[in-house]
């Protein structure tokens, strides 16, 4: 089966300091993307950052980047800086090869302390 | 930024009826795609439509739940007698092409409460 587990349901973070949420999923297939969603109070599903399973270069947006293992099965996103509006539920999505759906995973409720 | 735009925000509907959940997705976009989080659980696909008609679609998604594009702007989601069960947010998504170089752009959801 093609999962997406998040471990962490939740974490906190001081304001200016690094947090690193973690993701692993399980496929079979070798190319895959994968993506960070964030949901704020205001509940939109906003896209964060995404990484295409064949490129070997981990993404990174502004204050955003990800640490991809490809053999791991990992995918964890680093938020460097943090600031109060980076406070949101983080969750991790996969979308595999033949298939159009995204597969989510629990998600990680962060918390970012003053 | 266009945006995927969905109402109502909140809907309370009593048991066993009927309810439709209405979505208009990014102007240019081809795939639209429903999805559901019940409170406190992951997200859980529920359909894709493409070209007038489903091209995916998840267990979930029975014969009590079906999908229409009536005018070429609005995608909705109908739920016929609905159950208890049925209370989550729905979240519609859109995409240009079926490509994850193209991502799912969502909206802010419907809150469904079943009474």
């Known amino acids: 089966a093609q999962t997406v587990t998040q471990s962490q349901p939740e974490m906190s973070v001081q304001e200016a300091e690094t947090v690193t949420l973690s993701c692993t999923y399980d496929?079979?297939?070798?190319?895959?993307?994968l993506f960070w969603y964030k949901q704020p109070p205001s509940r939109q599903m906003i896209l964060v950052i995404r990484q295409e399973a064949y490129k070997q270069q981990n993404a990174t947006e502004n204050r955003f980047s990800v640490n991809f293992q490809k053999a791991a099965k990992s995918f964890s996103l680093k938020i460097s800086d943090s600031q109060l509006g980076d406070a949101a539920m983080y969750f991790c999505a996969a979308k595999f090869q033949g298939a159009q759906k995204l597969v989510f995973g629990q998600g990680t409720r962060l918390t970012i302390n003053p | 930024e266009p945006e995927v735009t969905q109402t109502p925000s909140h809907q309370v509907t009593q048991m066993g009826q009927e309810v439709i959940l209405r979505c208009v997705p990014i102007s240019n976009h081809l795939y639209f795609y429903w999805y559901r989080q019940i409170l406190g659980q992951k997200v859980e696909f529920l359909v894709s439509f493409y070209n007038n008609e489903i091209s995916e679609k998840s267990e979930i998604f029975d014969d009590q739940f079906s999908v229409e594009r009536p005018d070429g702007s609005n995608f909705t989601l109908k739920i016929r007698s609905t159950k208890l069960e049925d209370s989550a947010m729905y979240f519609c998504a859109s995409s240009g092409r079926d490509s994850g170089n193209q991502p799912q752009h969502f909206g802010d959801g419907t809150r469904l409460s079943i009474l």
């Open positions: 496929t079979s297939e070798s190319d895959y993307y």
